[in-house]
């Protein structure tokens, strides 16, 4: 690792892990990188691979960035992308991996592409950290004080180039044009059009058997605080985890297995997480039952999983859904404090 980063081919040494370090961050595997970290403080008094995580954090951040510059007047959109940027740039990475980047894409691509470019110079300088720490912006402090000014170079790299390719590639797409669902009610009804995009309500049914909770009792700082989005969570006692509601797979982390994404026929995102931290357990105990695109059912059986292997990995077995994108629903009605029955007790409407 020390020969990569030092040798004749730092700089391509540098792109590649710049690029696909976010990657890493999905399947969990980027915590086997706090050991080569460590051992590479204790046998050389330094650490040039520390400043490349925290750049990789920022250009993620920095990507949401755009979006919000892209979706500056979508106040649902906007809901889920200013949390999840203060969150990036303060080195938690998954509310804008999850959230925001990995929903439309490119946004993750435009990330790893300026994460690169800003592993590039970092190496290249030989910017280096006396230790692990606290990511993102923050990261400088963990800096050795001769390379603060060339790690401070390559975070404006890490924040620039994501942010002018994700708005570069989002008009290109559409992105900034999208008609917000006010102003599409307001066309149609203009030309005397009956908009139902939704029936006047709908309603998700317990996911698993278990009791129903609030995001608060999770314990996870992420969830809890309703960074990702607004939901509910059930504490299991069975081990099939169903869809709460007819919709369409649009994501599955297939090297990990331990969530689900899904969109509703009104454009309503969801996401479904089992466990906290489970993305550690790289998919053992994990199994899906179904394909990114299938068309599902409420109650329609999505993963099985292992409560036993969850526990003795030291994790809690709590899953979680949330809804990522409003997608112009204003109000969800959330029913906890219950037991709930796998497809048949109503757990949240709207």
């Not at 990569?4 to 915590?31: D, K, M, N, Q, W």
């Not at 008094?45 to 250009?59: F, K």
């Not at 314990?219 to 509601?245: H, K, M, N, Q, Y």
């Not at 357990?281 to 329609?300: I, N, P, R, W």
Request: aromatic share 8%; glycine share 12%; proline share 4%.
């Amino acid at each position: 690792m020390f020969s990569g980063i030092t040798g004749s081919f730092r700089e391509v040494f540098g792109a590649i892990f710049g690029f696909i370090y976010a990657p890493l961050v999905i399947t969990g595997l980027h915590h086997m990188t706090n050991a080569i970290d460590l051992q590479l403080i204790a046998d050389y008094h330094g650490t040039m691979l520390w400043p490349m995580i925290a750049l990789s954090n920022i250009a993620q951040g920095s990507a949401v960035l755009g979006m919000m510059y892209l979706q500056r007047g979508n106040a649902s959109a906007q809901e889920v992308n200013v949390p999840a940027w203060v969150s990036c740039y303060l080195g938690v990475t998954e509310p804008a991996i999850f959230g925001v980047n990995l929903k439309y894409f490119f946004p993750f691509i435009c990330g790893m592409t300026g994460s690169a470019c800003a592993a590039v110079l970092c190496v290249s300088t030989g910017t280096t950290a006396n230790a692990i720490g606290v990511g993102g912006i923050p990261g400088i402090l963990s800096m050795q004080p001769q390379t603060m000014p060339t790690f401070a170079m390559a975070m404006m790299v890490a924040i620039a180039v994501p942010f002018v390719l994700t708005v570069i590639v989002g008009k290109k797409k559409g992105i900034d044009k999208q008609a917000q669902p006010e102003a599409a009610e307001t066309v149609a009804a203009e030309e005397n059009v009956t908009v139902n995009a939704m029936e006047s309500e709908h309603d998700f049914t317990a996911f698993l058997d278990g009791e129903v909770i609030s995001l608060k009792e999770v314990g996870d700082g992420v969830f809890s605080e309703g960074i990702v989005g607004e939901g509910l969570a059930i504490r299991p006692v069975s081990e099939t985890l169903c869809a709460p509601v007819s919709g369409k797979i649009m994501m599955l982390m297939e090297d990990s297995r331990h969530a689900v994404g899904m969109t509703l026929s009104n454009g309503v995102e969801i996401l479904l997480h089992v466990g906290i931290d489970t993305v550690d357990m790289q998919g053992d105990g994990f199994s899906y039952l179904v394909h990114t695109g299938d068309e599902v059912k409420a109650g329609t059986p999505l993963l099985t999983f292992s409560r036993e292997k969850i526990r003795a990995a030291g994790h809690p077995d709590v899953t979680i859904c949330v809804i990522t994108n409003k997608n112009g629903v204003e109000t969800f009605a959330f029913h906890t404090g219950m037991i709930g029955k796998t497809g048949e007790t109503v757990i949240a409407s709207f």
